[in-house]
């Protein structure tokens, strides 16, 4: 198995078992404020962290699967030549984004709230630890990037019906 294939499975994984947490904390955090009459104090800052690390981690894996939002208008009336020049660029910009904003600027932010001990007033965790998120999938991002610059798609992989999707002979008709 690839290390691609490793890190789809790892990534999918996770968000999975971030998502299950989020739900029970949130279920916690209802039944704790109605049943109980007492809400927990740590539940809705946990369900925030848990949000952003699945948010941030979910467009990751979106993104490694090639299936996050993309207008794609003219890219089907390109020839095949030139729809590699189009992609080799959009990961290219993508590398860069991610690289600029996610590594360059998590990083940084995810410093000065370490350095300056910055802590949660719930949980009483370091928040730069919630912020390494932004430079890990970044990281993983660029990772994604360049590997579809080395390694591009066909036409022919790219018309496989993704999840949900059914193939056009298989539609039913009105």
């Known amino acids: ?3 691609r294939k ?3 499975r790892a990534l999918a994984t996770f968000v999975t078992i971030l998502m299950g947490v989020l739900v029970l904390n949130v279920l916690w955090q209802v039944a704790s404020r109605y049943l109980v009459g007492h809400p927990s104090a740590f539940t809705d800052e946990l369900a925030g962290f848990l949000l952003i690390w699945v948010g941030l981690l979910g467009a990751t894996y979106i993104t490694g699967k090639k299936e996050h939002l993309a207008i794609d208008l003219l890219h089907h009336r390109l020839s095949p030549e030139k729809k590699a ?18 590594v360059v600027g998590g990083t940084n932010l995810v ?6 001990s910055q ?9 730069g630890y919630v912020y390494l998120v932004l430079p890990l999938s ?3 991002i660029i990772y ?10 066909t036409d022919e992989q790219e018309q496989v019906p993704g999840p949900g ?10």
């Open 1 to 3: 198995m690839t290390i």
């Open 6 to 8: 490793h890190l789809d």
């Open 85 to 102: 020049k189009v992609n080799i660029s959009i990961n290219l910009l993508i590398a860069l984004f991610a690289l600029a904003v996610l």
């Open 111 to 116: 410093y000065i709230t370490l350095r300056l």
């Open 119 to 127: 802590v949660s007033s719930a949980l009483q965790i370091p928040v």
């Open 138 to 140: 970044g990281l993983f």
């Open 144 to 153: 994604y990037s360049v590997y579809d610059i080395v390694y591009p798609q």
């Open 165 to 174: 999707q059914v193939p056009e002979q298989e539609r039913p008709t009105l």
